[in-house]
């Protein structure tokens, strides 16, 4: 099987599917608000000139999240 | 106040209030919800023909908008709402959202999605559709959608969701006749029986257990199938509304109380509890979202954002991110400080023409010498001031940065200062509250609703005069013009100067970050909060339409000031001047008072003077300065910056004080209308006290030190 990993691990360009939110409280609400639940599809889309945050094609749009964020959704690589 | 454009002639803000003013019982109530940036103010422009300022970035409607439209012969009350991706009330912009939605009335609710991105839009009908039934969608940017190729089958969409579904092209006004229509014949149709969401098994047992007993307590008031769900999640936001907004809480009437006891009981008893039940709860909506899109949209190209992709791999690369967001910044300051140039001169030789007339005119009538110094030094003269040399770069600054949000940059400019936030402990998204106070500072004040968490807001809200608004960009373009260039060859003034401003700018920009930092540190400590910011997808500015309108609107906006507030400025300062005590004047003694201090800073009493009379509007610094000069030393007619520069030096200016009156231009106390607004977001005056006190301490060590230095050094 595909091994686990975290979101923040995603290299540009990579697609996998989210396996589960460790995040709590208001931020895990927030990840949700925009699609991103369990089996949701998540491709990596560009760095930003620092390498922080990164930009994510969500459900159709575009979102940037810190590391700190994108270290708690765990993903499976596609 | 939304966005760049500061407060439009003609709208209403009720606030997070459910005042609406009906003029009369027939009037119906619209209200407008949607995901951030799919076009919602658009649409609501098109509809009431007002110029609601829109952005191409998340945000721009932090309050409640009204305006008025008829169609049909029914006149109809249309709501903005704040652009939300959820009702569940994560943040202040949801909570005014849902309340409206709950509690305001409306006679129906409009739902703009974005056709490019329906799947994510529809979690937010969906939860609109559990709230009322009375939901008409409008996909909005069909047009956009046709570029890129995505298909949408409207009957699909419609029979999934029960719910009229009108597709429209906002901006070119298409279809919004048909939307209306729909609005309009939303009550006597039959044939609508909304979507009824599926929950899991025992989530629904639950709702059933409690629904009766809500529905006996609550009548029509609210859905009541939600409002169960709602109380049984024990929604905290909700609960205080409803206490707000019905007189009482639901959760604590009996039976409501024991119901939702035993629904809580029975759910734990299956294992869901807490944050459980609430993932459930999503996690349906966005499914059933899923369903009904896989049904209803098919991507006929799969490279349909290819474009944008490669546009944003340009914008925000870590080669080229940074140099083209310099470089854009120059090019707006170039074409700003070049194409002022010309209509200010013109104006200021126009305005200075008729002031001859108007002495000639009251010299004939035999008015007394104190009638026309008053009205003619003293008003007109401060008025033609603020016209000539503030108006041109207000005018020619303002619709290319709207232009620049227009298409969609702003929040990729948030993208790429992110880590730099975050390092200060605060929200990326303080960078778009910093662009928008470029355009006004209590703009910016009211924009940084868009950041959720409280701390994080008060320190872009303190922060927010470090970037110098439109009233004082101008001082800063004159003050370089005058004393720094003159001594480059022609070709490259222009160019120089930009250097210089865009060096000012980011000065401000750096001491946003230093002084994010400090408050973090000390006055505000705590680390930054998650956050998500989404990238639009770029759209092409309707660019004669943006011109026009933020030409007109900012011309509007100044001269209105001018008259409220520059006027009986010019008319104080004069009465300063001409009013002796002892032997001198008012004006003299207050500067003379102020001399020794404002000298510390590397300023004189007649600048610092200037400042604190310019705290109604910063645009009256200059002429205040002026003014003074020329009441206390010989009067001079002043056609030109060269004139200006001699009435300067002869007044004792150094490139010293030039530098000096730059820095503090940049960092002093926020405007009268930026500290009331601050006062008004807040609700304390203890920050706003703070947010006056900061920059202004900024700004005095800064010049204090600079003045110093160079002092100390013998540089001058």
């Known amino acids: ?78 | 106040m939304v966005g760049l454009a500061a407060n439009p002639t003609g709208i209403k803000w009720i606030d997070s209030g459910l005042t609406i003013n009906r003029e009369n019982p027939d009037d119906r109530v619209i209200a407008l919800a949607g995901n951030p940036n799919v076009g919602k103010s658009t649409v609501f422009n098109a509809l009431t023909g007002m110029n609601q300022h829109t952005g191409n970035w998340p945000g721009k409607t932090v309050t409640n908008a009204q305006g008025k439209c008829s169609y049909d012969g029914v006149n109809y009350i249309m709501v903005d709402i704040p652009g939300t991706y959820s009702l569940m009330a994560h943040s202040a912009e949801e909570e005014v959202a849902r309340d409206f939605i709950c509690f305001g009335s409306p006679d129906a609710v409009i739902v703009v999605c974005d056709a490019t991105c329906l799947e994510r839009n529809m979690n937010l009908v969906l939860q609109t559709i559990e709230i009322t039934d009375h939901v008409v969608v409008c996909v909005n940017l069909m047009d956009e959608a046709k570029k890129k190729h995505i298909h949408i089958d409207f009957g699909s969409l419609q029979k999934d969701l029960g719910v009229p579904v009108i597709g429209v092209t906002a901006r070119s006004g298409k279809k919004l006749g048909k939307l209306m229509e729909t609005v309009g014949s939303l009550k006597t149709e039959n044939f609508i029986r909304p979507i009824q969401l599926k929950y899991t098994a025992p989530i629904e047992e639950a709702i059933s257990i409690v629904e009766p007993a809500v529905k006996a307590c609550l009548g029509e008031k609210l859905n009541s199938r939600w409002a169960a769900l709602k109380l049984i999640d024990n929604d905290e936001s909700l609960l205080r509304s409803m206490s707000d907004y019905l007189g009482f809480n639901p959760a604590l009437e009996e039976p409501v109380a024991s119901k939702i006891a035993q629904a809580r009981q029975r759910l734990e008893e299956n294992g869901i509890s807490g944050e459980a039940l609430r993932d459930q709860i999503v996690s349906c909506l966005i499914i059933t979202a899923e369903g009904i899109c896989a049904d209803a949209v098919t991507f006929e190209s799969d490279s349909y954002n290819a474009r944008d992709r490669k546009i944003d791999r340009i914008l925000t690369s870590k080669w080229s991110g940074f140099p083209i967001m310099i470089l854009l910044l120059m090019l707006i300051f170039y074409i700003t400080i070049t194409g002022a140039n010309y209509p200010s001169a013109l104006l200021s030789d126009a305005l200075f023409r008729f002031q001859d007339i108007l002495l000639a005119f009251f010299s004939r009538i035999g008015a007394p010498s104190w009638v026309s110094g008053m009205l003619v030094m003293g008003i007109y003269r401060v008025l033609a001031w603020v016209v000539s040399v503030m108006l041109p770069p207000m005018a020619i600054f303002f619709p290319l940065f709207t232009l620049l949000e227009d298409l969609g940059y702003l929040p990729r400019i948030a993208f790429n200062l992110d880590k730099y936030f975050k390092k200060a402990h605060t929200c990326g998204k303080q960078a778009l509250t910093m662009c928008m106070g470029f355009g006004c500072n209590a703009c910016g004040v009211s924009g940084c609703r868009i950041i959720d968490s409280p701390r994080e807001r008060l320190i872009a809200t303190i922060t927010n005069c470090f970037v110098p608004c439109n009233g004082r960009f101008p001082t800063l373009v004159a003050i370089i013009s005058m004393f720094f260039v003159g001594t480059v060859s022609a070709p490259f003034q222009s160019f120089f100067s930009t250097c210089l401003l865009t060096g000012t700018i980011i000065l401000g920009i750096f001491m946003t970050f230093i002084v994010s930092k400090l408050l973090s540190v000390t006055i505000l400590k705590g680390i930054p909060s998650s956050f998500t910011l989404e990238l639009p997808p770029y759209r092409r500015p309707q660019i004669g339409k943006v011109i026009v309108r933020s030409i007109c609107d900012r011309t509007l906006f100044v001269l209105g000031r001018a008259v409220v507030v520059a006027a009986p400025a010019g008319l104080i300062i004069w009465l300063l001047a001409n009013i002796h005590v002892g032997g001198a004047s008012l004006l003299l003694h207050c500067s003379n008072f102020l001399d020794p201090f404002a000298n510390l800073l590397g300023l004189d009493g007649v600048i610092l003077l200037a400042f604190i009379l310019g705290f109604p509007a910063n645009e009256i610094v200059v002429p205040i300065i002026i003014m003074a000069y020329m009441s206390t030393g010989s009067i001079l007619e002043l056609g030109s910056l060269e004139e200006l520069k001699n009435l300067l030096l002869s007044n004792g200016w150094t490139w010293l004080t030039a530098v000096c009156t730059m820095l503090f231009s940049l960092m002093h106390w926020p405007c009268s209308t930026t500290c009331l607004t601050i006062h008004k977001e807040t609700q304390s005056w203890k920050w706003t006290a703070v947010s006056f006190a900061v920059p202004t301490a900024a700004g005095m060590v800064i010049c204090f030190l600079f003045a110093g230095t160079v002092r100390l050094l013998g540089l001058l």
């Open chain 1, 1 to 78: 099987m595909n091994e686990i990993s975290t979101l923040n691990s995603l290299k540009v360009g990579q697609t996998a599917t989210v396996k589960k939110l460790r995040s709590t409280g208001s931020m895990r609400r927030r990840l949700q608000d925009i699609g991103l639940i369990e089996g949701t599809q998540v491709e990596c889309l560009q760095k930003s000139p620092s390498g922080d945050p990164i930009a994510y094609l969500i459900r159709g749009a575009v979102i940037a999240l810190r590391q700190e964020d994108s270290s708690n959704v765990m993903i499976s690589a596609n």
